[in-house]
């Protein structure tokens, strides 16, 4: 099983930053991509970046050009650094991971449980 823990989210102010980490543990044998989604109140989840493990990365458009994700692969944590935040970025920010426990075991998407982040104008 693998549990992720998000942290950095919070309050700031319109064209603030934050940085928001996701670290990965219990019982890991490999880490495959990994991501961030974000849910606003009364809309559907939504991509906001990933990165493999190779370390390429795909963004929403929305976010293109102000947010840059990164992993650690040794500390099994993925970051995300959003710029120049706009109130339309307020949101529950969910990481997102695809693992597998052990050799002979199935990939399998987990989800952190969610990180605030709130943007004032």
């Known amino acids: 099983q693998v549990q992720l823990v998000e942290s950095g989210g919070g309050l700031v102010q319109a064209g603030g930053s934050l940085r928001l980490s996701c670290a990965a543990s219990?019982?890991?044998?490999?880490?495959?991509?990994m991501g961030w989604y974000r849910q606003a109140p009364g809309k559907q989840r939504e991509l906001v970046a990933v990165?493999?493990?190779?370390?390429?990365?795909n963004y929403a458009d929305s976010v293109k050009g102000r947010s840059t994700i990164s992993r650690d692969n040794a500390k099994n944590t993925v970051y995300l650094q959003m710029n120049s935040l706009k109130s339309e970025d307020t949101a529950v920010y969910y990481c997102?991971?695809?693992?597998?426990?052990?050799?002979?075991?199935?990939?399998?998407?987990?989800w952190g449980q969610g990180t605030q982040v709130t943007v004032s104008s």
């Open positions: 997102n991971c695809n693992a597998k426990g052990a050799i002979l075991a199935p990939w399998r998407d987990y």
């Open positions: 219990g019982t890991i044998f490999r880490l495959n991509a």
């Open positions: 990165i493999t493990s190779g370390g390429s990365t």
